[in-house]
């Protein structure tokens, strides 16, 4: 089993458990430290959010995968 715990390192407190965690791994190997980075910016995370929700809220105004491949082989 394993397990994935997400710590936002934005301030010292974050820091210093970040820290510990890694002076312990490097005790027990069964503990293994990653750094995540981040897929998106911030800006383009908000850009996805925004036209997910205007999709949602006018579903009328999107296309079907269905329509979208179609349009994809006929071109």
Same mark, same amino acid.
């Given at each position: 089993?394993? %397990?994935?715990?997400?710590?936002? @390192?934005?301030?010292?407190? #974050?820091?210093?458990?970040?820290?510990?965690? $890694?002076?312990? @791994? =490097?005790?027990?190997?069964?503990? $293994?430290?990653?750094? @995540?980075?981040?897929?998106?910016?911030?800006?383009? =995370? #908000? =850009?996805?959010?925004?036209?997910?929700?205007? #999709?949602?809220?006018?579903?009328?105004?999107?296309?079907?995968?269905?329509?979208?491949?179609?349009?994809? %082989?006929?071109?």
């Amino acid at each position: 089993m394993q %397990y994935t715990i997400t710590v936002d @390192a934005s301030n010292e407190q #974050a820091i210093r458990f970040i820290d510990f965690v $890694k002076m312990l @791994a =490097e005790n027990y190997s069964f503990l $293994k430290i990653e750094t @995540a980075i981040p897929i998106f910016t911030e800006e383009q =995370e #908000a =850009e996805i959010d925004q036209r997910c929700d205007e #999709a949602m809220q006018n579903p009328e105004n999107g296309k079907s995968w269905e329509d979208v491949e179609r349009n994809l %082989y006929t071109q």
